[in-house]
């Protein structure tokens, strides 16, 4: 279920990103080109990049791509560094459900104010917060259940 999930998010992802390049070279043609543009480039791209960014933390996170420093952990003991990275797991989770949660409430919050150029709820681009969140949250929790398997 993981790698169709992970394929449907990178798919929404390369979609945003084509968008947004679309809509930045509508604007630069029609600015310079027609000199005037549309009211809604330039607002709807911010919000892409938003939720293309947010797609591949999800991403990053099934992948286990994120940063770290491995040079402490690959000086523990085998046994200490596989506790010690099931427990940045499990903070790491913690930390993933209370943003889609904070998420939520902030999309209620923002749900009766307008974006300035579109007049669109802004619970709208506010949705990809708790979206992508609670994908990683997902994929922490399928990382765990890998790991307690064992390979």
Known sequence: MGAK???WIVGFGVAFIIAIFTLTAMQVIMRYGFG???FFTEELARYFLVWATL???AVETRRNGHIRIPIILERLPRGIRMIWIRLLDVFVLVLFVLLAWLGVKSMIFNHGQESSGMQMPLSIPFAAIPLFFALSAVFVVERLRRRHRGP
Do not use: P
Request: zero cysteines; a positive charge.
């Open 5 to 7: 999930l992970e394929r």
């Open 55 to 57: 797609a591949g933390t």
């Open 36 to 38: 005037k543009t549309y």
